[in-house]
């Protein structure tokens, strides 16, 4: 396995994780990357760096993002994004895994694309379900802006430096492992 194929791994990963932040964010800044001829994509996938795609992604991720900002609301967008987020992980490491047989190219977008993205979407929507609850709500525009920011942050380190995007990827699994952890003996209590 060559070095290109390990960073369109890594990229793929990391855009996935990003995915279960932002659904729209990642495909954005991805569409930014390959209108600016970045990164390559698959050839079956170059419409995503199109002056069309750059701008409908733009404005779906403005909708996105302010749409989370609003208590309530971003609940109902947590019930259907994480199904929306494990086609859209699937998407996005389909977009940037190179040199693979289809087969293979397939089995890795699902698992470790909508996988990614799954898991995390699960567990921000869950996190936003509990805020609900305890802060009826309030404190769940402070949680969306940090989904966005790290969402945006993540997005553009597996562009740039997606070694370094990938640790992120990992710590992000550990706390979320953590965080099911610390609530799951709280229940055994």
């Known amino acids: 396995m060559d070095i290109e194929t390990i960073l369109s791994l890594i990229l793929g990963i990391a855009l996935a994780s990003s995915v279960g932040f932002r659904i729209f964010v990642p495909f954005f800044i991805l569409s930014l990357a390959a209108h600016y001829h970045i990164i390559d994509l698959n050839d079956s996938w170059l419409w995503i760096g199109s002056a069309t795609a750059m701008i409908t992604f733009g404005i779906a991720t403005i909708v996105e993002i302010l749409a989370y900002l609003i208590p309530w609301v971003d609940n109902i967008l947590d019930s259907i994004a994480v199904p929306i987020a494990a086609v859209a992980g699937t998407a996005i490491m389909l977009s940037t895994v190179a040199n693979f047989d289809p087969l293979i190219t397939w089995t890795l977008a699902i698992i470790a694309g909508g996988g990614t993205a799954t ?3 699960s567990s921000t929507s869950g996190t936003r379900l509990a805020s609900s609850v305890a802060t009826a709500g309030f404190a769940n525009p402070v949680i969306s802006l940090f989904e966005s920011v790290f969402s945006i942050i993540l997005a553009v380190l597996a562009i740039f430096l997606p ?11 550990w706390m979320v492992l953590k965080l099911y952890k610390t609530a799951f003996s709280k229940k055994r209590s």
Not at 163 to 173: D, E, N, P
């Open 119 to 121: 898991a995390i979407k």
């Open 163 to 173: 070694i370094l995007a990938i640790v992120l990827v990992f710590i992000v699994f």
